[in-house]
């Protein structure tokens, strides 16, 4: 891995941005234009390692795909038009790549492999494959199918009736891909609700899906259309300067065309919980996915307490809500965040072990963190642990501490914004 040098005391950061494509809706739209009939053309894809990783794929299973400079073409032929690969399918790094396309699999008539790299051989499998399995799928791999490399043989499937035990936007996304493929009605209850973008673009792609309550209820047999995907910023992306903003002196950050889907936002609802100045100017384009500007500034912020339904709608932004509550007055406790432990290191861990060797006073629980603050944050030997979230935190954090920092494994980085440090030193001149 390598090391680079993060000099301390940064000056305030100002400017406006936009952030790379959203990268759940990167992957879907790579996977909706393979299984519709038709020319799909997707602008402002995320080139991140993790949808690549999903177009590689997609390509192994016969799909025609071209990567062109501002958009990406997907020459769909129907769920027939895939096929069954010739080689191992490599998933990278991509927990959603890995998820989502076990429901895809799960009911095309044929075997496949799915292998990813050491962190992926550490996520569970289960939850995706046991409801699988028990829809028609024949799933194996690592102890009973738990663990990548994992052995899918797909055929006809069930519809069926699925109660989530844990929120799970990648769980409840796996099940509509097979459920699409099914002759009755799939029906999925969500404990709280998660984020929808498999559901908007079903819909995008002129399919039907209908939400009661919290039960997804979903019609199988359906044949998809092709579409015009503009992928709007990730706001997860987006959080790391929203962040920067609040926490560094003197600092301004606009942030333009970013997703404002409301089972993502819920970063915002915790800056304006903690005192921060942000603004949100939607952009109503009639689009399927919202977009619009956030501007923060720099501002004095209180402790909260995170939990519930918000956990899920920012459940990939609490490695920089963490850094975040070092900066405020008070406590900030993040409870029912148990899902950061089967992430791509164990977040709830890895934050604390890092933040505190940089003086930060947190202290992990079962399912989260206690953070009191206000920390000086030092200097020090940091480490991604190969997380790209936990990477850009750690950057983060240079711009407020007293003293140098040594990130060890910047490259994770590239995982889901390959310009971050372009866009950060925009900001800092």
Known sequence: MNTIQLDAKQPSIRGRLRVPGDKSISHRAIMFGAIGN???????????????????????????IEEKKEEIIVNGKGWDGLKEPASILDVGNSGTTTRLLLGVLAGRPFHSILIGDSSIAKRPMSRVADPLRNMGAIIDGRENGQYTPLSIRGGKLQAIDFTMKVASAQVKSALLF???QT?????????????????????????????????ILLRGRQNLSNASVDVPGDISSAAFFMVAAAITPNSEVTIESV????????????????GAYIQVEPDNTGESEQKGSI?????????????????????????????????????????????????ETNRIDAVVNELTSLGADIEATEDGMIIHGKSTILGGKVKSYGDHRMGMMLVIASLISSDTIYLEGPEAIKVSYPEFFQDLETLTK
């Open 295 to 343: 501007v923060v500034k720099s501002s004095d912020l209180k402790g909260i307490e995170i939990s519930g339904s918000l956990i899920p709608r920012l459940i990939d932004e609490l490695p920089i809500i963490a850094l975040l509550a070092t900066q405020a007055s008070g406590t900030t406790i993040i409870k029912d965040a148990a899902e950061l432990k089967v992430k």
């Open 38 to 64: 038709g020319k799909t053309v997707i602008r402002n894809f995320l080139k991140g390692a993790d949808c690549l990783s999903t177009i590689s794929c997609f390509k192994k299973l016969g799909v025609e």
């Open 259 to 274: 997703g404002l889907n409301p089972t993502r936002t819920g970063i915002i609802e915790v800056l304006e919980r903690m």
């Open 178 to 180: 097979a459920g699409l």
């Open 183 to 215: 002759d009755g009605i799939t029906t999925i209850m969500e404990p709280v609700p998660t984020r929808d973008h498999t559901e908007r673009m079903i819909r995008q792609f002129e399919g039907e899906v209908d939400r009661n309550e919290s039960a």
